[in-house]
């Protein structure tokens, strides 16, 4: 891998490939300063863009750490580096264009190469030739690696308990009272409004005919049975047209009552 990058050709596609997800991945909120902070307030960390887009700018660094010594040009990894900081630090993300100019850096001056110091020639022959010199690069790359998965894991598994206990808030809430039905508290309960009974019936006789209506009918009875208690129980104050004072005509004035009736 080390061979790789150490050339000028896959140097240059090495890093165009990495640096590719940088551009889309802010789309999805991967340097997005308030769904960073939501994340780590509600106890799930980081979303996993954003550990995709750290990984992919931490693999530049390498990478570019890589060609920066065969070259011998260790401080062009300045560049990269730096665009770790504007890519994804709050207020530095909105300066547009930075981390594009930094990457052009770092591409232009890696792709031309360079005549590597004595001292990095040699200590790149003594560690081919000792198998066990330590290289930081490979195992930096798999501490980012690391990081980057269980990262992302963490956040996906709080998504999905979060997603169980909503539904198992929502299995647990009560129904709403259907219309005349009792809740479990005894309150709340709610009767649908009945319909007002129809004020009047037709009702047929015998023949088939259709009659007077029940209200007419009621109304009726009890209008005669009103007048059979008058006529039964006349009042003080109501007298008959018989016992009724009568004037008679001729000289003078005679009243008389008729006691026969």
């Keep these: 891998m080390r061979a790789i990058f150490k050339e000028s050709v896959g140097f240059v596609i090495g890093y165009l490939i990495l640096m590719a997800p940088t551009y ?6 991967s340097n997005s300063a308030i769904v960073g902070a939501v994340g780590v307030a509600v106890g799930r960390g980081f979303t996993p863009q954003f550990w995709l887009h750290l990984w992919c700018l931490i693999m530049l660094v390498l990478v570019t750490s890589i060609r920066a010594k065969n070259v011998g ?11 770790v900081f504007f890519d994804l630090v709050p207020v530095l993300n909105l300066i547009p264009l930075v981390p594009t100019v930094l990457h052009l ?8 190469g360079g005549v590597p110091s004595a001292a990095i020639v040699a200590t790149d022959d003594a560690n081919a030739k000792d198998s066990k010199a330590f290289r930081w690069e490979p195992w930096a790359a798999g501490l980012m690696t690391l990081s980057a998965i269980s990262g992302s894991f963490m956040f996906m598994s709080g998504m999905k308990s979060s997603g169980k206990q909503t539904q198992s808030m929502t299995a647990t809430a009560p129904a709403a009272p259907k219309p005349g ?3 479990a508290t ?3 309960a709610t009767t649908a409004p009945a319909r007002p ?6 009702a047929h006789g015998q023949d088939g005919q259709p009659g007077k209506s029940a209200g007419v009918e009621t109304q009726t009875s009890m209008h005669s049975s009103d007048v059979a208690k008058a006529k039964n129980n006349p009042g003080p104050a109501q007298l ?5 004072p009568k004037k008679v005509e001729g000289k003078g004035s ?3 009552i008729d006691i026969n009736n």
Excluded: D, E
């Design 24 to 29: 889309f991945l802010p789309y999805l909120g």
């Design 73 to 83: 040009k260790g401080w062009i990894t300045i560049f990269p580096g730096l665009a």
């Design 105 to 112: 850096f770092a591409l232009v001056l890696g792709a031309k």
């Design 181 to 183: 039905s009792v809740n």
């Design 186 to 188: 005894g309150y709340g």
């Design 197 to 202: 009974a129809a004020s009047q019936t037709t």
């Design 240 to 244: 008959s047209r018989a016992q009724s």
């Design 254 to 256: 005679v009243r008389y």
